[in-house]
């Protein structure tokens, strides 16, 4: 544990020097851009004290995963299984292509990814006309939002609206505590 905090204290003084040249950097810069006579720029420090700036440990360790990315990871594994069930069962007897276009969006929205309108009837899994249909009720009833692409008119996207999204949020959440 001394080491630990030893190498952090020797982290904290070499990114408090290197905070103090920068900012006497940005006084410099303003004082330029307010046309008054420039300070000195003073030279950065070419030597700085070694330091072991991180603990080795951490390399060992699995990198921690945002909320973000982990929520994605699970819905995107969800959708995974759901679509396993098919392997065995005929897929028209778990046809749910409103709830499977949720799901897909939903992860869409984590990963920071858009969604075609062709995309998201894949997603469906039930034929197109079916996943067009699903796609304008969800629409005409504000839990799915329409956004054209703004470099190919022939495209458009679908997102959750922000209400369907936090209940997706709150449903998952739910789950969870089981």
């Known amino acids: 544990m001394e080491q630990h905090n030893s190498v952090s204290a020797g982290a904290d003084a070499f990114l408090h020097q290197r905070l103090s040249w920068i900012e006497g950097e940005l006084q410099r810069l303003m004082s330029l851009q307010n046309n008054q006579s ?35 990871k699970m819905v995107r594994k969800l959708i995974h299984k759901r ?5 065995h069962f005929d897929a028209e007897i778990f046809a749910d292509p409103a709830w499977d276009m949720l799901l897909d969006l939903y992860a869409a929205h984590y990963e920071r990814q858009r969604v075609s309108v062709s995309s998201l009837c894949i997603a469906a899994a039930v034929p197109a006309t079916t996943a067009l249909r699903w796609i304008k009720t ?29 209940k997706m949020d709150a449903y998952f959440e739910d789950c969870a505590e089981d």
């Open 38 to 72: 420039p300070q000195e720029p003073q030279p950065a420090p070419d030597k700085f004290p070694p330091q072991r700036l991180f603990n080795p440990e951490v390399l060992a360790r699995p990198p921690a995963q945002s909320f973000a990315a982990g929520r994605a």
């Open 83 to 87: 679509r396993r069930r098919e392997r």
């Open 138 to 166: 969800m629409c005409d009833t504000g839990k799915f939002l329409r956004e054209c692409d703004p470099h190919d008119g022939r495209r458009i996207f679908i997102s959750l609206s922000e209400e369907t999204r936090l």
